[in-house]
């Protein structure tokens, strides 16, 4: 069980309610390892002095008034790397467009989500923007902790619903559970709305293609499958001789076997009734002994004890071009693996092997800009709306796939030659992966303590090292789940409640 504080008891340790008291804490800079420089506190640039008058002046007509300066306090982690580099050029794109808002960009230490912010939470001294992990909302919407902005957001022309990819439960009220109902979500923004989509992730695949040409390994079709074609193809090129593998197997529970489990079967992470974890159900189970499998049984995928060896000069196995293939996150992300891999080697994203289903299906994700109810306490929710429809929106999302720190979540800016653009090749299944829409799945963040029934994912590690079987580590993740959804019922319902959802 996870040793955080909750929410409940944060807040009554701390004597005040989630609107707590006026206030501004200033957090330490923080940022990622190896930081580039945290984009500075961007302000208006100073206007030019007028040219001195040689005559006397006429009679002038009275000045409209000029908008007053806000201060707008935003907190983020994205201070170094190809993330870094799009807020240091956002804000500066922001202070020209909007120079009446000044925002104090303060950057986020690695504990934010579970110490700080939740101590900022309670004393009501946290940021008016936040940048946060959607288990955010679910822990302090039901106190009052964010904004709701549906009234703010429908005054906006500049404010289009089906423009951006949506994810339930995240920034939205929406307690999500239509996929285990046998049905999909709405592909568009709805439910109580408190920020606005930023940072998306899922999974993926990239592949070698330099080592697959060298070892007459075709690029893949449309329809190849786990079993098949992706099994034979990493049997082909796998020589541990020369410390060479078909791929890289290793406990990405979110973006490497989750997607086999989907597309074997299971219907969703947890079941509608909110009492049991479900993503192994229905033939789920053959995700995590796939993957495990290719390690223990076929034998095809880097050993887990070399990780370190090459974690220093190259980040990982692919990218040091030991690995054929990695199925993974790093689709989203490769704005940070362009620079590790250099020329060394052709590389591309493809179409996803399929499993039993013959459906392609992805889990993703989203941290989100929240609203917080310090934008009530100081009068900034407009300015606050601003800022997150500018960061979530084309300029900045455009952005973001050049740069590619992270999956854009505005469907309009994955065309653009930019995105596009090698290295790697094939960007455009990107692009592809985020269209699956309400069929692929998420996490169902709507709980109040979301985080600690998620310490179920480190139970699958055992079984990559091989110390315990898959069958022992789903029951172990089931029994955690099922344990930590009873703990927190009560307040599920609660929260429900008040949001006009019948309780459970």
Request: hydrophobic fraction near 40%.
């Amino acid at each position: 069980m996870s040793n955080r504080p909750s929410r409940r008891t944060i807040l009554r340790a701390a004597g005040v309610g989630a609107i707590g008291v006026s206030g501004m804490a200033i957090l330490a800079a923080c940022g990622e390892s190896e930081p580039e420089p945290a984009p500075a506190e961007v302000a208006a640039p100073a206007a030019t002095a007028a040219p001195a008058m040689t005559e006397a002046p006429a009679p002038a007509a009275t000045a409209a008034p000029q908008p007053e300066t806000v201060t707008l306090s935003y907190v983020g982690d994205h201070t170094s790397g190809p993330r870094g580099a799009a807020m240091q050029w956002g804000l500066k794109q922001y202070a020209a467009l909007r120079p009446n808002i000044f925002v104090k960009f303060i950057p986020q230490p690695a504990d934010y989500a579970t110490s700080v912010f939740p101590l900022q939470m309670a004393a009501g001294t946290q940021a008016e923007v936040a940048m946060l992990d959607g288990g955010m909302l679910g822990a302090f919407v039901n106190d009052g902790g964010f904004t709701e902005i549906n009234d703010g957001l429908a005054k906006r022309d500049d404010y289009i619903p089906e423009d951006y990819y949506f994810i339930p439960d995240l920034y939205t009220v929406n307690h999500d559970h239509a996929h285990d109902e046998g049905s999909n979500p709405s592909n568009v923004i709805e439910g109580a709305q408190f920020g606005m989509p930023f940072q998306g992730a899922l999974g993926g695949i990239v592949m070698n293609t330099t080592m697959g040409e060298e070892y007459g390994v075709e690029f893949p079709s449309v329809g190849w499958t786990y079993e098949n074609e992706f099994l034979e193809s990493c049997k082909k090129v796998t020589d541990p001789d020369i410390d060479q593998w078909g791929t890289w197997a290793h406990n990405g529970y979110e973006f490497h076997w989750s997607p086999m489990a989907f597309m074997s079967g299971a219907t969703a992470m947890r079941n509608a009734d909110e009492t049991e974890l479900a993503v192994f159900d229905n033939g789920g189970d053959f995700g995590l002994n796939f993957s495990v499998g290719l390690i223990h049984n076929e034998n095809v995928s880097f050993p887990l004890a070399d990780n370190k060896r090459l974690a220093g000069e190259f980040g990982n196995p692919f990218a040091a071009g030991k690995v054929w293939s990695w199925l993974s996150s790093v689709v989203y992300t490769t704005g940070y693996h362009v620079p590790r891999i250099k020329d060394r080697f052709k590389w591309s994203l493809g179409p996803m092997p399929l499993a039993s289903l013959g459906e392609e299906i992805h889990e993703w994700n989203d941290q989100p800009h929240l609203v917080t109810n310090g934008a009530q306490r100081y009068g900034t929710i407009e300015e606050a709306i601003d800022l997150i429809l500018f960061l979530g929106g084309p300029t900045y999302q455009g952005r973001v796939a050049i740069d590619r720190g992270h999956l854009p979540m505005h469907r309009g800016v994955f065309d653009s030659a930019e995105a596009k653009a090698p290295p790697p090749e094939g960007m455009e299944w990107l692009k592809s992966y985020a269209d699956v829409g309400n069929v692929n799945r998420h996490l169902m963040m709507a709980l109040p303590a979301w985080w600690e029934m998620y310490e179920w994912r480190k139970t699958p590690d055992a079984a990559y090292l091989g110390d315990k079987p898959v069958d022992q580590v789903i029951d172990e993740a089931k029994h955690l789940v099922r344990t930590s959804l009873a703990g927190q019922r009560d307040l599920l319902n609660e929260g429900r409640q008040k949001f006009g959802f019948p309780p459970l």
